[in-house]
């Protein structure tokens, strides 16, 4: 069965850090642009960072630029999502999604094949 989990997530202090990890199974990773998104309540997804098949390119939202950084380990099928300096309006479910002969624009993939269940990341005193 071809997936995506996420893991990570979880409640953290405003100003703090969190690190979350996708993993897949039944597909290897180094063919495929990752990407995180994110979704608050009452709004869109929307994405954060991307990461090309290499892992030699990256880009990111102008909202998380400077704060997150995404990183891949084709080794061991995982992209992982460090996350510093948290602010509240950062608190949404975060999904990675996964894409063939995809390309990495304005910090999201330009396909999608395939989504992970999502992981809470709540900032919050």
């Known amino acids: 069965q071809l997936q995506l989990v996420e893991s990570g997530g979880g409640l953290v202090q405003p100003g703090g850090p969190l690190r979350l990890s996708c993993t897949a199974s039944?597909?290897?990773?180094?063919?495929?642009?990752i990407g995180w998104f994110r979704q608050a309540p009452g709004k869109e997804r929307e994405g954060v960072s991307c990461?090309?098949?290499?892992?030699?390119?990256?880009n990111y939202a102008d909202s998380v630029k400077g704060r997150f950084t995404i990183s891949r380990d084709n080794a061991n099928n995982t992209v992982d999502l460090q996350m510093n300096s948290l602010k509240p309006e950062d608190t949404a479910i975060y999904y990675c999604?996964?894409?063939?002969?995809?390309?990495?624009?304005?910090?999201?993939?330009?396909?999608?094949?395939?989504w992970g269940q999502g992981t809470q990341v709540t900032v919050s005193s």
């Open positions: 990461i090309s098949s290499s892992g030699g390119r990256s």
């Open positions: 039944g597909f290897i990773l180094d063919y495929y642009v």
């Open positions: 999604a996964a894409g063939l002969s995809s390309l990495c624009v304005l910090g999201r993939p330009s396909r999608v094949d395939y």
